[in-house]
């Protein structure tokens, strides 16, 4: 499989199209059609034979069947019934391009990514005169490269020397049957093409921009015949024209989980979260929800997982020090599969970052998802700053709830294969025992009843966010909110708390948000500025629910699919 | 003596006002770094802690002299301007834990850094430590923990990973070694410092007797290490992991960087390449710490 099949902060073919027509390059004369009519319109528009293309993020699309030509409108508008809607190595057909045949003299190849060796650590441009084919397969003879200075740009001289390093004036007049003078114009146009090409890469923040083929047409055109850019994840932000979801990698489709985590990462930039679903269909059981801490050993316990015998549903991630909520919601994802027989946070890393917010975070996602599922197997491996706090809080946690539980701490960082041998016998367990419908599988039945026709989506939404609860209505509430969601403190389930269990918390593991005065617990700051003081770090909510009088709730919204 | 960071160097703290950076500031100052001053636009005047804030990064010099180090607790987004500027007073260390910062932004300033000279950990690092002195960045956590995972001695640790470089520091620890000088050199597509600029440092400080490298698949920062081996310019023990074995090449880049590394990055090249040029590359990561105490008592 070709390496940039994985990317997803991908432009289509005709957006890509678009911003290299609008910097100054040459591209088939043509539309994007979403329906077969207007692939007709567009056909008829054109007036001449025309190929229809299908609008997926992959390579191969020829071989795929994904582009079909079309002599007349007619034609199109068959080709295009035809491809919408199916799929293309797994990618839904969504558009397709109508474009003008081109007649080809020459095909070339232009390219430009970053190197990130040390010694270059440098967008690169590459120019090749055998175009159209896999380029990894040119051979270096034929191939230009050059590392361009950011700081100095890439000019039309330096296009030129490229050009000319391949291609000699005579010989391009010759290769295309030109008088000189035309050869000489025409290898200008080669090379302005290459600067284009440079200003496109800059202008989209692109971690790669490649034409392949640049083609060379009989009448003396270079046009840019497809075209691949795909955006550097970290600055989506900034290009919001460009339309991307989910900028990130991945060999599908995002799912509509991997677009909830993304807006979850979006909505908060303090730490990392990343979610992935590897099974989107996980009927039938087996598989487990696996979480980690920090990339470096997440793969590694994720290979030592499936080494032993265990289904993933997903591959999830936090690290770089997020706070509970994020956690929260990350596990909540997590959690929200259907049908998990399973939870695994391996945390293999002994990380600087408190762990004990970790433990918050997961343990608002199992109160919320896991009171119903009597015996479901839940394992956590976590190490590094606070460690024995954050385990002695999970197992506190988790011992409220039904679930059958076991926790590791850092001397197992190194022994993944037996964490990982006891979370399959724990599911094994979990599966023989005859256990209740979980509420998932419960909503699922009922949907599934209710839309037999709409078979198609593997689920329904989960039972909404339980917290919080309507609490004496009527009676007053204070509200504080913080970045990305709320405090809900109702007051008369306050009256008589002696604990104050939420003042404790806020100062051991929070911002400092709370006083006591007069016995009672109070907002010790201004409301204005409890978004930058609270650290969301839920843990006044889970000291009240178990040692205060439960009166504090946090709205933590997701968009949960 | 460890490299890049001990006690004596002079360290400002670019967003100092901010959660992690009033947060790191005091941590960073009770581990013993000579954490001087900050700076925050638009903040000038005030104080964290007993840190004074400035608006520039010139002001801060004006008023305190040349700083050795920097550390940019800034977003992403903006933290291109903050180098330009840390470069332009002539500071000749950053530290840049700052994830996400968009990719042109990375080349750019390191472009930027490495005309004048300037030396950049980062982006996406966790840091540097060198035991008992100080820290830069996120490594170390807390005083308790670092102290527990950090010991100080004579092992350089580099990583790829962030936090494989305090487990791979805690591990060697448990095997009855200590570290000069530990740091992350940054999970971000294109970083400063690489393992191939790090050797010869390690290899020039008197303190560091070996040296171990944490690599990952992807990029050629373990060939380019090999090279620097290979070349006679480290000369110590060297031990090695590679993360990644089982994972595909090439996910981050597209179809066009195999042309630039042409078979290069893989886990199977990179082992190869530094067991040739004489690194001692072990196939489990808990091997890493055990290995290097035998390398050093075979010295
Ligand atoms: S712990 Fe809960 S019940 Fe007690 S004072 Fe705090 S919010 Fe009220
Ligand atoms: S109010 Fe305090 S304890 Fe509650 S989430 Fe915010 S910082 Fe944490």
Redesign the pocket.
């Known amino acids: 499989m070709a390496a940039d099949e994985y990317d997803m902060a991908r432009l289509y073919e005709y957006q890509g199209k678009q911003i290299l027509r609008e910097a100054g390059l040459d591209v088939p004369e043509g539309g994007v059609a979403a329906t077969p009519e207007e692939a007709f319109a567009i056909a008829g528009r054109l007036d001449k034979p025309v190929a229809v293309k299908a609008q997926v993020w992959t390579t191969g699309r020829f071989k795929a069947g994904g582009i079909r030509f079309a002599k007349t409108p007619d034609e199109a508008r068959q080709a295009a019934a035809e491809l919408l809607g199916g799929r293309i190595k797994d990618f839904p057909v969504e558009k397709v391009l109508i474009e003008e045949q081109l007649e080809l003299a020459h095909e070339f190849y232009a390219g430009i990514i970053v190197d990130a060796s040390h010694k270059v650590r440098a967008p690169v441009l590459m120019f090749s005169t055998q175009g159209g084919v896999d380029v990894e397969s040119v051979a270096e003879e034929h191939l230009a490269r050059q590392a361009v200075d950011i700081l100095e740009g890439f000019r039309l001289d330096d296009a030129r020397r490229m050009v000319e390093s391949l291609l000699k004036v005579e010989e391009a007049s010759r290769l295309f049957n030109l008088p000189e003078e035309a050869g000489r114009l025409f290898y200008g146009e080669l090379a302005q093409s290459l600067v284009s090409l440079y200003e496109v890469f800059r202008r989209c923040d692109a971690r790669s921009a490649e034409i392949n083929p640049l083609v060379a047409t009989k009448d003396g055109w270079i046009v840019a015949a497809d075209c691949r850019i795909s955006i550097d994840d970290a600055s989506v932000a900034r290009h919001p024209e460009l339309g991307i979801t989910v900028p990130r990698e991945s060999n599908t489709p995002p799912t509509a989980l991997d677009v909830a985590a993304w807006k979850i990462e979006e909505n908060d930039y303090r730490g990392i979260s990343f979610f992935a679903q590897m099974a989107p269909d996980t009927r039938g059981g087996g598989f487990i929800g696996y979480h980690a801490i920090g990339g470096g050993g997440a793969l590694l316990a994720a290979d030592t997982l499936v080494r032993n015998g265990l289904k993933l549903a997903n591959y999830a991630e936090t690290s770089g020090n997020p706070t509970a909520a994020k956690v929260y919601r990350t596990a909540r994802l997590v959690l929200g599969q259907p049908d998990l027989d399973g939870y695994c946070l391996l945390g293999a890393v002994i990380a600087s970052q408190d762990q004990w917010h970790h433990a918050h975070g997961l343990l608002r996602a199992f109160r919320e998802t896991l009171t119903d599922r009597p015996g479901f197997p839940v394992i956590v491996l976590i190490a590094g700053n606070k460690e024995e706090e954050a385990l002695e809080i999970l197992r506190e946690g988790l011992s409220t709830l039904p679930v059958r539980f076991e926790l590791f701490g850092r001397e197992y960082i190194h022994r993944l294969d037996f964490v990982a041998r006891r979370m399959k016998e724990m599911v094994e367990e979990y599966r023989s025992e005859n256990r209740p419908l979980s509420l998932w599988e419960r909503a699922r039945v009922r949907a599934e009843e209710n839309q037999k026709s709409e078979s198609d989506t593997p689920y329904s939404p989960l039972s909404p966010h339980p917290n919080p609860l309507p609490k004496g209505e009527g009676t007053l509430t204070e509200r504080?909110p913080?970045r990305t969601g709320e405090?809900i403190v109702h007051r008369q389930q306050c009256v008589g708390c002696r604990s104050l269990a939420c003042v404790k918390?806020?100062s051991l593991?929070?911002?400092y948000?709370?006083r006591v005065k007069n016995g009672k617990m109070i907002l010790g700051i201004p409301l204005e500025i409890v978004p930058r003081q609270?650290?969301?770090?839920?843990?006044?909510?889970y000291e009240c629910h178990l040692r205060g009088q439960g009166a504090l709730d946090?709205m933590l919204p997701m968009d949960l699919p | 003596m460890a490299i890049l960071l001990d006690e004596n160097t002079k360290v400002l703290v670019q967003g100092i006002t901010g959660r992690e950076g009033s947060a790191r500031s005091r941590f960073m100052a009770a581990y013993g770094t000579r954490i001087v001053a900050g700076v925050t636009p638009g903040r000038g005047g005030t104080m964290v802690g007993s840190f004074p804030v400035y608006n520039s990064v010139h002001e801060a010099v004006g008023r305190h002299g040349a700083f050795d180090a920097t550390v940019t607790f800034v977003p992403g987004l903006m933290v291109k301007e903050a180098v330009v500027e840390a470069v332009d007073e002539g500071i000749p260390l950053i530290v840049m834990p700052v994830e996400r910062v968009p990719l042109h932004d990375a080349l750019t300033l390191l472009a930027y850094a490495r005309r004048k000279g300037t030396r950049v950990l980062g982006p996406g690092s966790f840091g540097l430590i060198s035991p008992g002195r100080a820290v830069i960045g996120w490594i170390g956590g807390s005083e308790d923990f670092a102290n527990e995972i950090f010991r100080p001695g004579h092992v350089g640790v580099i990583s790829r990973s962030g936090g494989q470089t305090s487990t791979l520091s805690w591990a060697i620890g448990r095997a009855g070694l200590g570290i000069s000088t530990a740091m992350h050199v940054g999970g971000e597509p294109v970083v400063g410092l690489s393992p191939a600029e790090l050797l010869p440092l390690f290899e020039s400080d008197p303190e560091t007797h070996a040296v171990a490298l944490f690599g990952e698949i992807g990029t050629v920062a373990e060939e380019e290490a090999a090279e620097v081996i290979a070349a006679g310019r480290f000369t110590k023990p060297l031990a090695a992991y590679i993360a990644g074995a089982g994972v595909r090449p090439g996910m981050r880049f597209s179809h066009a960087s195999a042309i630039v590394e042409r078979g290069r990055g893989t886990a199977e090249n990179k082992i190869k390449v530094l067991r040739e040029a004489g690194a001692r590359v072990v196939e489990r990561p808990e091997d890493l710490a055990p290995a290097m105490a035998e390398m050093l008592i075979a010295n």
Not at chain 1, 534 to 541: D, H, K, Q, V, Y
């Open positions: 504080y913080f405090v918390a806020c593991y929070g911002g948000l709370y609270c650290t969301e770090c839920l843990a006044c909510e946090i």
